[in-house]
């Protein structure tokens, strides 16, 4: 019969938490079955103790019913070397990552979004597993007590394969009788410490696209730089900036055409925005039109980016060229936001 079958031919009572913690992988031929003991194996080390877990256990009742009907089991909070953690067990494997035919099992930080920025807890832990023929317990633990890094990225670890379910089921081995089974575990934070200051830079994968539209009038009497009102793309302010009578090397030939990211007082360094962004310079009738393409990652060192030779500035004021009608043309952004960088 295999493990399946045997729980579900068990039945379900309750379920009570008494304890929680580690995790660990082992193989069935490289267990502790009737009492012999396999060392080291794939870098974990199994041994047997007849002392239970120094920080938590937890005891489930009606055990098949918990492997029939849920994919994940998170115990209670309990601390250890000054942090909660707790017990994160799945009963039929963890899918997420296709185990097939054993018990997962692993070790959480509780709350590891609370780390201050770039803090991480370096801790060795080992798991427990009832013998209840023998009354002792098995410890699974990394080889030299290696330590694990607990931070907001990686808040989780322990092994894929705690234990084979066909294993664990027999009762003969003493892991689950009468339907029951205890867990524990023992954490000891060996350091805390602060990686010091960083970024995420987060890539966005259906960017929105957001389009701005602004009339200019009177260019001919427009002489210093002439800013667009401010307009919203994915959270943060921009505008466009004009100059009409050029800037750079567009001085006194072209006019100069800026994207602006007008939101510093939310962009502290290192954040910084990616953006792929178009002007477009036409009529009110729309018969003639000049664009400029480009992406530039915005931030507070690099505010703005756009063309200083924009268009001569001869096609904006000769009526021959037809970009200024009745003393007016449109000038239209479009903004599409690719990745943003923020400070951890």
Known sequence: ????????????ESSKVIAVTCISSIYANNFVVMGSLVGEKDGIIR?????????YQVIIQSFSLLFENAEKYES????????????????????????????????????????????????????????QNQDNYLIVQDSQRKQRRFRRLTPEWGFDQF??????????????????????????????????????LKMIKDPGRFNHLWKI??????????DSREFTAAGYKWKMQLYPKGIDSGTGS?????????????LTPPSKIYADYSLVLSNEVGTNCVSYKENHWFSASSRESGSAN???????????????VKDCFLVEAEVTIRGIASPL
């Open 1 to 12: 019969m295999d493990g399946s079958s045997m729980l579900k031919n068990q039945s379900f």
């Open 76 to 131: 209670a909070e309990f601390e250890a070397g000054g942090y909660k953690w707790k017990l994160v067990l799945h009963p039929n494997g963890n899918k997420s990552k296709n185990v097939e035919d054993h018990i997962s099992l692993y070790l959480a930080m509780a709350d590891a979004t609370s780390l201050p920025p770039g803090w991480e807890v370096s801790a060795v832990f080992r798991l427990f597993l009832l013998d």
């Open 310 to 324: 924009f268009i001569p500035l001869r096609f904006c004021l000769e009526p021959a060229y037809k970009y200024l």
């Open 217 to 226: 009038e009177n260019l001919e009497k427009l002489d210093s730089n002439y």
């Open 254 to 266: 072209h006019l100069s055409l800026y994207l602006v990211l007008a939101d510093l007082a939310s």
């Open 163 to 200: 234990i084979p379910i066909t294993v664990f089921c027999d009762s003969s081995n003493g892991y689950l009788v009468d339907d029951t089974c205890e867990l524990g575990a023992e954490v000891f934070v060996r350091k805390e410490r602060s990686t010091g200051k960083g970024e995420c």
């Open 47 to 55: 041994s047997v103790s007849d002392t239970p877990p120094t920080h």
